[in-house]
């Protein structure tokens, strides 16, 4: 069972333009979940989604980011418009509906490390 | 308002025991989490706790959960160099949004 696969692993954007990520969640998870690791920092939730539907975007910044996890297809996790301080690792996790049992819980995957040069 | 804290750097001798700790400020967390980091690498989960629950052992870690000081701790026995990644401990009322510390520094050395 292949865990939850992000890619591109790394990625140099110029300033002003666009970023993807996308994010791939393990077999039987239907919630996806990203986070963005500013250097020596620690993980700060960005968004929750299922399958079409924004569930939690409270930690979405207002301008430039969006989140889509469609009903086929990785969720993207989009930056326009990129500036030096999105220079940062972005990870991606998921989860199965049915949470609190043990082994259900929130994986993470391996992080896209996007640097804005 | 949600907040984690802990400690940034920790230092032992291979064979010791590790103990990196965290507290917390949300008492109406649920779940507590201990999570590893390797350089350049993803966060693997070592291990998580129901707020209801004093301690937890899975092999060479043992977490224990002080509710009342909002205080959790991760102790690992015969550390190994191994060992030596960021931990991360995270809290959350529900699974769906974890709220992280800024990570302890485990170096390990022979």
């Known amino acids: 069972n292949a865990g939850v696969m992000q890619n591109p692993r790394h990625l140099v954007r110029r300033r002003g333009q666009e970023a993807r990520l996308r994010c791939s969640p393990m077999k039987g998870h239907s919630h996806v979940y990203w986070y963005r690791q500013l250097p020596e920092e620690g993980l700060k939730f960005m968004v929750y989604l299922q399958k079409e539907n924004i569930i939690d975007e409270s930690g979405m910044p207002k301008e430039r980011f969006s989140a889509e996890f469609p009903k086929e297809g990785p969720s993207i996790l989009r930056i326009q418009q990129v500036v030096r301080g999105d220079s940062a690792a972005y990870f991606c996790a998921s989860s199965p509906p049915v949470l609190g049992e043990p082994g259900n819980t929130i994986y993470f995957g391996e992080g896209s490390w996007l640097t804005v040069v | 308002g949600e907040d984690v804290e802990q400690s940034l750097f920790l230092s032992v001798r291979e064979g010791d025991s590790s103990v990196i700790n965290c507290t917390y400020t949300d008492s109406s967390s649920t779940y507590l989490y201990w999570y590893k980091q390797e350089p350049g690498a993803g966060l693997q989960l070592l291990t998580y706790i129901f707020s209801n629950m004093d301690m937890k052992q899975d092999q060479r870690l043992t977490v224990l959960l002080n509710k009342k000081d909002k205080h959790l701790s991760l102790r690992i026995a015969d550390t190994q160099t191994g060992d030596s990644a960021i931990y991360f401990c995270?809290?959350?009322?529900?699974?769906?949004?974890?709220?992280f510390g800024t990570g302890t520094r485990l170096l390990v050395s022979p």
């Open positions: 995270a809290e959350s009322k529900s699974f769906q949004k974890l709220v």
